[in-house]
């Protein structure tokens, strides 16, 4: 691991998952942690040869991805942690997040992995959505509200550069995976749509390099959301199940899944676009001997 210069005082350390790393004087206020003890203690190692030491942590929403550091990072420094409403919680009790992909049961034992359910860690400080600055380590950090992705994701702004977490995705994960992973696509889009109007100088997304032009990357991001409500609408001509629509739309992307943890993270993906686009009251759902059919809606 390096830690790479943005400003004087905004780093990020490339990684699977980039950790944002904000100096100030001998502190470093991490942004995430990555996935496991393993890379919190990478980090805690590339920071020490570079004189810093952790003061804070804020994690911009609560897939292990993110947090699954914050325990190792807790139990070697006096850190302090913030994370928004909803996504402390998952990150105080991991559980959670299989338990919601495997419809509010006990998950599967497949579901229960380091990819899925980070060791549990403490917040110390939950961040309001009605918050818009936060002062750690003597400096005011801008909060941004990015959610669909998950629920309360958030991007940290600090000089003209923000740390946006996975409030969009590169155009090469698009095309690896396909159907992008979030939670409420009527809020993703206004996020997209937000980004897409910004003026920051640097954008340093989670899962690729940092940049200072995001528009063609935020268009091909709303755009995918929106093929992919196509291509249930057009689905839709007669009434189908949810297991038809998801089965469909996987064939459309030739996508063919391998494992059940990526059936039941497409499986929510997909359940997004079908509660998206009954939010706009473009489809409606009924039961029809113990399935759930979905037509679209008459106008």
Not at 144 to 169: K, T, Y
Not at 248 to 270: E, H, M, P, R
Request: glycine fraction near 6%; charged fraction near 20%.
């Amino acid at each position: 691991m390096e830690l790479k210069r943005i400003t004087e005082k905004i780093y990020y350390i490339p990684n699977v998952v980039n950790i944002g790393c904000i100096v100030h004087e001998d502190n470093a206020i991490l942004i995430d942690t990555g996935l496991e003890d393993h890379t919190g203690k990478k980090i805690l190692n590339t920071l020490k040869k570079e004189g810093l030491k952790v003061t804070a942590v804020i994690n911009t929403h609560s897939h292990a991805d993110h947090c699954g550091g914050n325990a190792y990072i807790q139990s070697q420094t006096d850190a302090k942690t913030f994370a928004s409403e909803i996504e402390e919680a998952i990150i105080r009790y991991p559980y959670l997040e299989p338990l919601y992909l495997f419809s509010g049961a006990h998950p599967l034992k497949s579901l229960q992995n380091k990819f899925l359910m980070a060791k549990p860690s403490k917040i110390d400080y939950v961040i309001k959505e009605r918050e818009a600055v936060l002062e750690v380590c003597g400096l005011e950090l801008g909060i941004v509200f990015l959610p669909g992705h998950s629920p309360g994701q958030m991007g940290i702004a600090f000089e003209n550069v923000l740390f946006c977490a996975d409030a969009f995705v590169s155009s090469e994960v698009l095309d690896k995976h396909k159907i992008p992973f979030n939670v409420d696509i009527v809020k993703h889009r206004k996020t997209l749509n937000y980004l897409k109007n910004s003026t920051y100088g640097y954008y340093i997304p989670a899962h690729s390099s940092p940049v200072s032009d995001i528009t063609d990357v935020v268009e091909k991001n709303i755009a995918r959301l929106d093929e992919i409500d196509s291509t249930i609408i057009e689905q839709l001509k007669s009434e189908k199940s949810t297991e038809q629509i998801f089965q469909s739309v996987c064939t459309y992307y030739g996508i063919q899944v391998n494992n059940l943890s990526q059936f039941y993270l497409l499986q929510a993906a997909v359940a997004a676009h079908l509660s998206g686009l009954e939010t706009q009251d473009l489809i409606e759902a009924n039961t029809v001997d113990n399935l759930v059919f979905w037509k679209r809606k008459s106008i």
